[in-house]
């Protein structure tokens, strides 16, 4: 490992959310100073302590420089900050970068926030088209294409090349369902079926309404310091970064190089690499779980279990407690919410909690090493970042 | 981008990248870029070669020929401009010279769409300016 690898360097000292689910009334940033607040509370800091602010847009904002916009709002003046870009990957790359400024200076305490209103602020009809219409004008926005097609495609793909089928895809959305009602503040609860799965009005195939993730309000927030910082301030439990790894294959589907082995390839293995762990060492995960198809996926190509076998993996409850790595126990975006950018925030929000043992009855035992794996734009965008508590160092 | 009206399918406005393409398009040809240099085909037209770099590049007609290499038929429109259309099939089409494309079936049941499904252009003049690639079955 070389001097200049981020591994341990830098720990999360304080999780924060908004309210979350249908919060009606609240604009993005009132949702982002919430989390915020939440996170500074956590953490026991002042937020005059807070040097640097990275965000993701936000659709249900008219700000294009969150970041900058937030700060205002929050009545803080950082000397360093950005609003990032990749997708549903944003999240990670947040982490990243926000460690890498720590490392290197830029910055000794960084705020990574991020907020949407999809439900209320803008509607569902007006979020899907806002995503469809940000494809290529010339090359896809003509033939109609909605957001679930593209990973439609690769799912279809998946089911032909390894005999996935709508069953196991069905068990994807039952098992985040489960997760949910354990969860409090989660968007969906209510117990699910396969047969309620696969009557469920179809989307685009092989997706079902509720092989779809949420469209939901609001926000997260993070506390990063280095850590020398974080044991000088007295933290209890801070959780270090430990690997980041990052895959960008292709802009349009038409060019993605596999529809069924995807960036997450690359990204888990320089995040393994980083960290040096496998995945066979892994307690918890959280998965950027857009659609059932997506998880299926993942869980093949971040090493969870091989590739074509993530269908009955999933079957068999080997992501849930008591399987070969329970992931999304909160209930990802399937179930406990979906606020666009934000989304994969929740996953580290839960990851990070897991890791603090404070997960209540949904714990996993003894959980002192945490994947997070977000993706974005038909797995064009691909990131991976590996946590772990001081015991894990 | 200018925004749409929403109840109106949005139609490509061609670029110094891809003017020639669309043009190939209104006189019934589907035109792919070829290196002279790497012998690199690409689809999806642009002013270098995506895989050397190099600004050397021709258009050259495709058979037009290909076959489905992945499918999904849409149910849930992503607009009110595709709500009449529904349900209709996407296509990714690995064509013949070996560029894959996405576009719509047309001519028949989306619902009998299968992998590796022999497929053909067809031409949708949609306005004076567009003819946009579809497919039929061959």
């Avoid at chain 1, 033939?143 to 439609?152: D, E, L, S, Y």
């Avoid at chain 1, 699910?192 to 079902?208: F, K």
């Avoid at chain 1, 409850?317 to 329970?326: A, D, E, F, K, L």
């Avoid at chain 1, 997960?359 to 996993?364: N, W």
């Amino acid at each position: 490992m070389s001097d200049t690898s981020l591994r341990g360097k830098v720990a999360v000292i304080g999780i924060g959310l908004s309210a979350v689910g249908k919060v009606p009334g609240r604009s993005p940033l009132s949702l982002a100073a919430e989390a915020a607040r939440n996170a500074l509370a956590d953490a026991g800091l002042e937020k005059s302590k807070v040097d640097g602010v990275l965000s993701s847009h936000a659709f249900a904002s008219p700000f294009h420089r969150f970041s900058v916009a937030f700060s205002e709002y929050f009545g803080i003046r950082p000397t360093f900050s950005n609003t990032l870009q990749v997708s549903g990957a944003t999240a990670a790359t947040m982490f990243s970068i926000g460690a890498a400024a720590i490392h290197g200076g830029l910055a000794k305490v960084v705020l990574l926030v991020a907020a949407d209103s999809l439900m209320t602020g803008l509607t569902p009809d007006l979020a899907l088209r806002s995503l469809t219409e940000s494809r290529d004008q010339q090359y896809e926005m003509p033939f109609g294409i909605p957001v679930a097609n593209t990973f439609a495609m690769t799912a279809r793909r998946h089911m032909k090349e390894f005999g996935t089928t709508p069953e196991q895809l069905a068990e994807v959305a039952i098992v985040h369902r489960r997760h949910a009602a354990r969860t409090p503040g989660a968007q969906q609860t209510t117990p699910i079926t396969t047969a309620d799965v696969l009557n469920s009005p179809m989307v685009t195939t092989p997706y079902h309404k509720l092989d779809c993730s949420l469209i939901s309000d609001g926000g997260a927030a993070f506390v990063l310091t280095s850590a020398e910082h974080a044991q000088a301030l007295g933290i209890e439990k801070p959780v270090y970064i430990l690997g980041c790894g990052e895959r960008y294959t292709h802009e349009h589907i038409f060019l993605m190089p596999s529809l069924t082995t995807t960036g997450a390839v690359e990204s888990s293995q320089r995040a393994y690499a980083m960290a040096g762990y496998r995945p066979t060492d892994i307690n918890v995960a959280g998965i950027y779980d857009c659609f059932t198809g997506t998880v299926i996926m993942m869980l093949e190509d971040l090493g969870f279990c091989r590739k074509g076998e993530g269908g009955p993996f999933v079957a068999d409850g080997q992501m849930s407690h008591g399987g070969r790595i329970p992931s999304n126990t909160h209930g990802g975006l399937l179930s406990f919410a979906h606020s666009g950018m934000p989304g994969a925030l929740f996953h580290f929000h839960e990851v990070i909690a897991q890791l603090r043992g404070q997960c209540g009855e949904r714990q996993v035992e003894g959980a002192h090493l945490g994947l997070v794996h977000s993706l974005g734009a038909g797995f064009a965008t691909n990131a991976t970042t590996i946590l772990g508590t001081r015991g894990a160092l | 981008m200018v925004p749409e009206d929403s109840n109106r399918k949005p139609l490509p406005a061609p670029d110094a990248d891809t003017a020639a393409f669309w043009r190939g398009l209104q006189q019934g040809k589907l035109l792919l870029q070829h290196c002279r240099r790497c012998r690199h085909v690409q689809y999806y037209q642009q002013a270098t070669c995506r895989q050397c770099g190099r600004d050397e590049l021709e258009h050259r007609p495709a058979t037009g020929r290909g076959k489905v290499h992945s499918f999904s038929v849409v149910h849930r429109a992503p607009g009110p401009a595709f709500k009449a259309d529904v349900p209709y099939a996407v296509l990714l089409v690995e064509l013949a010279e070996g560029p894959r494309m996405i576009s719509t079936l047309v001519g028949s049941d989306p619902e009998g769409v299968t992998f590796d499904m022999d497929v053909e252009l067809a031409f949708d003049q949609v306005s004076d300016q567009i003819t946009l690639p579809r497919f039929r079955k061959a």
